[in-house]
């Protein structure tokens, strides 16, 4: 999902930052451009833009029913584990992942660690949930969720 096209960059952001000796005015003056939409309403957008409705996203990413429902209404919030299966839940390829786990103020996928670079893989080439869970288990690597396979 495109940030709107009047919204400075990240490293314009950095920059700006790096060149302030007043944090306070700072935060002020950008205060529209480090605002991050909630989870809820950014997976919502995210639903309405793709045409899908929340049902079938929790379906495809293997979250229980009502817990799904949950983070979309925002009465929840999820582990990174859960924004992962998210991610699997609407197809996401890494990029996307990636601004959902920010979305999620959880840390990025990073290639360095094991576990992330299998999903990373699994992203990139479109796996499912269960595809990708089956490869983290051949791997002996953490689930995404924990649990066991089925």
């Not at 302030?20 to 989870?39: D, H, M, R, V, Y």
């Not at 998210?86 to 959880?106: C, P, S, T």
């Given at each position: 999902?495109?940030?709107?096209?009047?919204?400075?960059?990240?490293?314009?952001l950095?920059?700006?930052?790096?060149?302030?000796?007043n944090?306070?005015?700072?935060?002020?003056?950008?205060?529209?451009?480090?605002?991050?939409?909630?989870?809820s309403?950014?997976?919502?957008?995210?639903?309405?833009?793709?045409g899908?409705?929340?049902?079938?996203?929790?379906?495809?990413?293997?979250?229980?029913?009502?817990?799904?429902?949950?983070?979309?209404?925002?009465?929840?919030?999820?582990?990174?584990?859960?924004?992962?299966?998210?991610?699997?839940?609407?197809g996401?390829?890494?990029?996307?992942?990636?601004e959902?786990?920010?979305?999620?103020?959880a840390?990025?996928?990073?290639?360095?660690?094991?576990?992330?670079?299998?999903?990373?893989?699994?992203?990139?080439?479109?796996?499912?949930?269960?595809?990708?869970?089956?490869i983290?288990?051949e791997?002996e690597?953490?689930?995404?969720?924990?649990?066991?396979?089925?």
């Amino acid at each position: 999902m495109n940030e709107p096209a009047n919204q400075v960059g990240t490293s314009t952001l950095f920059r700006r930052l790096f060149k302030t000796s007043n944090l306070g005015q700072f935060i002020k003056k950008n205060a529209e451009e480090i605002k991050l939409q909630s989870f809820s309403q950014y997976i919502t957008k995210l639903c309405e833009k793709q045409g899908e409705v929340p049902e079938r996203i929790i379906k495809r990413a293997n979250i229980e029913r009502s817990f799904g429902h949950q983070l979309f209404r925002g009465s929840r919030n999820p582990s990174r584990d859960t924004v992962l299966q998210l991610a699997f839940g609407f197809g996401a390829d890494v990029d996307m992942a990636q601004e959902l786990l920010k979305h999620a103020r959880a840390s990025a996928l990073y290639p360095r660690v094991k576990r992330d670079t299998a999903i990373i893989y699994c992203l990139h080439h479109h796996f499912t949930i269960v595809e990708t869970q089956r490869i983290l288990h051949e791997m002996e690597l953490p689930l995404i969720g924990g649990g066991e396979i089925k």
